[in-house]
């Protein structure tokens, strides 16, 4: 492992963490992820969250493995799988690197301390104050650009359009609940069929399309969180693969990490 001495920690497993994940792993870093006890991802074939509830996934040839705690992160990951640990505060393990790949939108507990070298996703973290370097993480011309001091775009709140669909394409939870599904990521489906339910109430295919995405089944969610994407696209294999905002991201973190270890010689 060429940077084997370099252990990045990153919090968040969901589709863009895994990105900067897949990014890290294949340019030679040790990786290790950090979720929390119930993973609200939505993109879960794509997720290395998914291995909290599963055990074990694999995201186009990379492992992902849940392991028991923090201790145990530095060995597995030496062995180029990705130990997966529920652990909602960062464990200092030795760390070279740590990323936040929340996308919280807004400032958590990040702090330039967290690691030699932080690293944050999206809105809500500042280059120079909680970290020391953000990747914008929004559609568009800067996508995966490395900002070295302010904020990436503020978050519009509007999903990026997919095929000609933008909001239209995300399911939300119509009351609180827990999501029961009678499809699955991967299954074609047409306008109006009853994907599943939430208390009692149904969630219906928006248009024609795959089911890009699911929150897990049985997952208790807010009114009005994100459950689920349909993509007009309707190519199944699609959901099985990495996105390009993801790459993007994550080639954007991989920059940044090789540029600060370049700049100390």
Do not use: Y
Request: glycine share 16%; charged share 20%; aromatic share 4%.
């Amino acid at each position: 492992m060429l940077f084997g001495d370099h252990l990045v920690l990153i919090r968040g497993g969901g589709d863009l963490g895994t990105g900067v994940a897949w990014r890290l792993h294949h340019a030679g870093f040790p990786v290790g992820v950090l979720e929390l006890p119930n993973p609200l991802t939505v993109r879960r074939s794509v997720a290395l969250s998914t291995a909290v509830t599963d055990g074990e996934i694999s995201v186009e040839g990379l492992i992902g493995r849940r392991v028991a705690g923090p201790v145990e992160v530095p060995a597995v990951a030496a062995t180029g799988e990705i130990p997966v640990v529920v652990s909602p505060q960062l464990p200092h393990l030795g760390q070279t690197v740590a990323v936040d790949a929340r996308l919280a939108k807004r400032a958590l507990d990040t702090t330039r301390d967290d690691a030699p070298f932080v690293v944050g996703l999206g809105p809500g973290l500042d280059a120079g104050d909680n970290c020391h370097a953000v990747v914008e993480t929004a559609r568009g011309h800067h996508l995966g650009r490395v900002i070295w001091s302010g904020r990436a775009a503020a978050d519009t709140g509007t999903p990026g359009v997919i095929g000609g669909k933008g909001a239209e394409r995300v399911l939300r939870a119509p009351v609180e609940g827990a999501a029961r599904w009678e499809h699955e990521i991967g299954d074609i489906v047409t306008e109006g069929t009853v994907m599943g339910r939430v208390e009692g109430r149904d969630i219906a295919a928006p248009f024609d399309g795959v089911v890009r995405g699911l929150v897990a089944d049985g997952t208790h969610v807010a009114a009005g969180a994100k459950i689920g994407d349909v993509d007009p696209r309707a190519d199944p294999s699609t959901c099985r693969e990495i996105s390009d905002k993801a790459l993007a991201v994550g080639g954007g973190v991989v920059e940044a990490v090789l540029s600060w270890l370049g700049s100390r010689g």
